[in-house]
């Protein structure tokens, strides 16, 4: 009889263990927030496969604030963060490790997900290399600049009000685009020059040599429509995780025949690749 209820208890504690939850961490771009993937309908898409939102993390100058969204059970639970998207990369990823702290603290033990559009993918990547794995299992990004973007290059020519006529091209810029803008990409360019092509003594020159933990990577890229041809943002060779050196050959790509904004169909991919591969076979 005791060995019987022995058995009975380890077959409960390996079925508990089995069944722990796989966090999904969703990181938005350079001005996103975490409502990003529910404007844009990813989160819609998730939720129809049984993923649920439980919790949306932020930063203070006291430190994460975390704001409990369900407090229903579930065994695909989703987080979203906000990051000081216009601050340099290093600091997003400093705020990006301490969130992800908080969610293993939340969840101990149960392996994470991480999933960034645009320059969060970037964000997401300087967080594994400088502060290890934290939990995280997969990263996946999807329209990330891992080489960079002329869009950086223009922004930061457009607003530099430096030389002998620099207050004359200001004010021309800024009637161009409005005060808003101008400002907005300004107080952005510690971040503009973190997403330069890479070149010696740059970011992204740096982190692509860098070690980066043996996990899982997936690059999803955006090779543009029938009404817009290529990512009018990011070059889809830049969106290439494989043409790292530090990750060659490591990385899964995907490409879809969509812009760089964030779409429903991201959910349908983020879901499908996410799946186990018992449930693959299934399917």
């Known amino acids: 009889?005791?060995?019987?209820?022995?058995?009975?208890?380890?077959?409960?504690?390996?079925?508990?263990?089995v069944a722990a939850a796989d966090v999904l961490v969703l990181v938005h771009g350079y001005l996103g927030t975490a409502q990003s993937w529910a404007e844009a309908g990813t989160l819609a898409r998730l939720t129809q496969r049984g993923y649920r939102l439980v919790g949306i993390l932020g930063y203070s100058a006291q430190g994460v604030v975390y704001q409990a969204v369900s407090t229903a059970k579930?065994?695909?639970?989703?987080?979203a963060v906000n990051l000081?998207?216009?601050?340099?990369?290093?600091?997003?990823?400093?705020?990006?490790?301490?969130?992800l702290?908080?969610?293993?603290?939340?969840?101990?033990?149960?392996?994470?997900?991480?999933?960034?559009?645009?320059?969060?993918?970037?964000?997401?990547?300087?967080?594994?290399?400088?502060?290890?794995?934290?939990?995280?299992?997969?990263?996946?990004?999807?329209a990330t600049p891992h080489f960079g973007t002329g869009r950086a290059v223009q922004a930061l020519q457009a607003t530099d009000s430096g030389g002998m006529f620099g207050f004359v091209k200001s004010w021309l810029v800024r009637r161009a685009?409005?005060?808003?803008?101008?400002?907005?990409?300004?107080?952005?360019?510690?971040?503009?020059?973190?997403?330069?092509?890479?070149?010696?003594?740059?970011?992204l020159f740096w982190l692509n040599q860098q070690p980066h933990p043996?996990?899982?990577?997936?690059?999803?890229?955006?090779?543009g429509n029938?009404?817009?041809?290529?990512?009018?943002?990011?070059?889809?060779?830049?969106?290439d995780l494989n043409?790292?050196?530090?990750?060659?050959?490591?990385?899964k790509t995907y490409s879809m025949a969509e812009g760089h904004l964030l779409t429903p169909q991201d959910g349908d991919l983020i879901g499908n690749l996410l799946l186990s591969p018992a449930k693959k076979k299934s399917q």
């Open 177 to 203: 685009t409005g005060d808003a803008l101008y400002a907005t990409v300004r107080q952005s360019r510690g971040v503009l020059f973190d997403l330069l092509p890479p070149a010696p003594g740059n970011l």
């Open 214 to 223: 043996k996990i899982a990577y997936t690059s999803i890229m955006r090779i």
């Open 1 to 17: 009889m005791k060995k019987w209820l022995m058995l009975s208890t380890l077959l409960v504690l390996l079925a508990t263990r």
């Open 101 to 142: 702290r908080e969610i293993r603290r939340l969840r101990p033990d149960e392996p994470i997900n991480l999933v960034a559009h645009s320059a969060g993918g970037v964000v997401a990547r300087m967080t594994l290399v400088r502060h290890g794995v934290l939990g995280v299992k997969h990263l996946i990004t999807i």
């Open 84 to 99: 000081p998207s216009q601050a340099p990369i290093v600091i997003q990823a400093d705020w990006l490790a301490a969130q």
């Open 243 to 251: 043409r790292a050196p530090a990750l060659a050959g490591r990385v």
């Open 226 to 239: 029938f009404y817009m041809p290529g990512d009018q943002v990011v070059p889809s060779l830049s969106q």
């Open 74 to 79: 579930t065994d695909k639970p989703v987080y």
